[in-house]
């Protein structure tokens, strides 16, 4: 009976030796994770600086290409102004010729 005894203490020793082994991966693996959620708000930090560095560093770009768009806008107004002018001094001459066209078929065939 002693003997089973001993068996029996041997056997719970072992298991509560795997449980402390156990506890200790579970603290390792808590330890890691701990770690992991450092080493992401880190990448965050990162992530967002370089995310600011590129809007600053864009802002002048943009800036550029609004003046650049700016000037491209005020050059083609005068330019579309002047073609408008050109088609309205077409129209009427075109509706004048047409008339004059006319009239001369009018004399022709009156003679």
Known sequence: MEKILEQILGEL???REGQEGLGKGVDSIGAKLDGLDTKIGGIDQKVENLK???IEGLEPYFDRLEKHIDNSHEKVIPLTDKQQNTIDVLS???IKHEAEIKEL????KNK
């Open 13 to 15: 020793k072992e298991i």
């Open 52 to 54: 600011e560095s590129i």
């Open 92 to 94: 009427a001459r075109s």
């Open 105 to 108: 078929k009018r004399l022709v």
